[in-house]
């Protein structure tokens, strides 16, 4: 546009020299009355001549090109909360797109999670500046406009931003009335709880859920089993239906040293809704992570647990434990000690408190859940179950 510009300028000046000595004239003349029509006729050609290099150069300045990059969404999947049984398509438009940038997309449920899966996170823009690509549902979905030599995390916990090599970030709000996975309903130790029949991906792997792997038995006691199917291991996870909030949350689990390194016991509290306090989670995980050397089989944790001291390890013995957690305005503290079946109840097995970055109450609900991580060196073999006989909370 600047070049069209400057181009034109240059035809009106080359106007100018064409004139030549007419131009001259006219600067030696008289501009009263006296004037001789011809050098008037000129000098009205002149007058006119620098009008229309005044407007040129005007308009050169107001046509410089926008650089600004902008997306606009034009197919956006219903509202749904994540899972991978089902898959949509997302699309849209980019105003301004330069050379060799490219769009990743992330839908919100639970944290951010990248689409279409973390294998093929970049999305490439047609040369008429259109995108699409599949999805997994979210409550919203956020679309990224990157620079070359981006790499994309596979989850965010907070909203996405523009900055560094992201361009550009628009987000929009899933179409409909949002939708939930399908759960079964459970009682134990007198709360209701809804149990997961969807896949997730706790643990940073796709884990199947059998809701058959979660329930009470004659006493009470709740049951969470990991079983394999056709080929294919099932987990199990149950979750509070209604948020609590401050208060002590009380857990008695039997002896879980029977679980393979793969397999993972946890104990957490989660928001949906609020990625700006990290999903308000706060965690009680038992389990070698993989690794059957691992000496420390227990870990108490909020979130994000890559922060230096947002994690505690230690030892569980192969005792039943009854795991506490104290939950006030800035702090959270942590207490295993022996349960009543142990016969020394009470005694101190480890303890932990947090006091910074904790959150404060929201729409957070306790869950439970066995499931597994990537091992390749001890993968699962036997499945497992975990019994915890009470679950307790106190104001």
């Keep these: 546009m600047r070049a069209a510009c400057l181009s034109r300028g240059a035809n009106v000046i080359r106007l100018f020299e064409h004139l030549g000595d007419s131009a001259k004239g006219v600067r030696s003349i008289d ?168 896949p997730s991906n706790r643990g940073g792997s796709e884990n199947l859920y059998d809701p058959d792997n979660a329930w009470t038995d004659a006493n009470g006691a709740l049951h969470l089993r990991i079983t394999h199917r056709s080929g294919l291991w099932y987990c199990a996870q149950l979750a509070l239906t209604r948020s609590l909030g401050y208060g002590t949350y009380i857990l008695t689990v039997r002896n879980v040293s029977h679980l393979e390194p793969a397999a993972v016991f946890s104990m957490y509290t989660f928001d949906e809704w609020h990625g700006d306090q990290y999903y308000r989670e706060m965690d009680v995980e038992l389990s070698r992570w993989g690794d059957a050397a691992n000496r420390n089989n227990a870990q108490y944790g909020i979130q994000p647990f890559y922060v230096p001291g947002n994690i505690y390890q230690f030892t569980a013995p192969a005792v039943p434990l009854t795991y506490t957690m104290r939950w006030k305005s800035g702090s959270v503290a942590f207490t295993t000690t022996r349960s009543s079946r142990d016969g020394i109840a009470g005694t101190v097995v480890a303890e932990h408190e947090f006091t910074a970055g904790v959150p404060t109450p929201g729409q957070e609900k306790v869950k439970l859940q066995v499931y597994l991580v990537p091992s390749k060196k001890y993968p699962l073999q036997e499945g497992g179950e975990v019994v915890i006989d009470k679950f307790e909370y106190l104001p």
């Design 31 to 198: 501009v009263g009355a006296g004037m001789k029509p011809a050098a008037r006729r000129t000098r009205i050609r002149l007058q006119a001549l620098l009008l229309v290099l005044c407007v040129l150069l005007n308009g050169c300045k107001s046509q410089k090109r926008d650089t600004t990059s902008s997306i606009e969404f034009t197919q956006v999947p219903p509202a749904a909360q994540g899972g991978d049984e089902r898959v949509d398509t997302i699309a849209g438009r980019v105003h301004n797109v330069h050379s060799g940038q490219q769009m990743v997309i992330y839908a919100h449920s639970g944290p951010w999670w990248i689409q279409p899966d973390p294998d093929h996170p970049l999305v490439s823009i047609q040369s008429d500046s259109t995108w699409t690509t599949p999805t997994h549902p979210g409550l919203e979905y956020a679309a990224l406009l990157v620079e070359p030599g981006y790499h994309p995390p596979f989850t965010l916990d907070v909203t996405p931003t523009p900055g560094g090599l992201v361009a550009s970030v628009a987000i929009v709000k899933g179409t409909g009335p949002p939708t939930f996975a399908p759960t079964k309903p459970l009682k134990f130790s007198g709360y209701d709880w809804a149990v997961r029949t969807v």
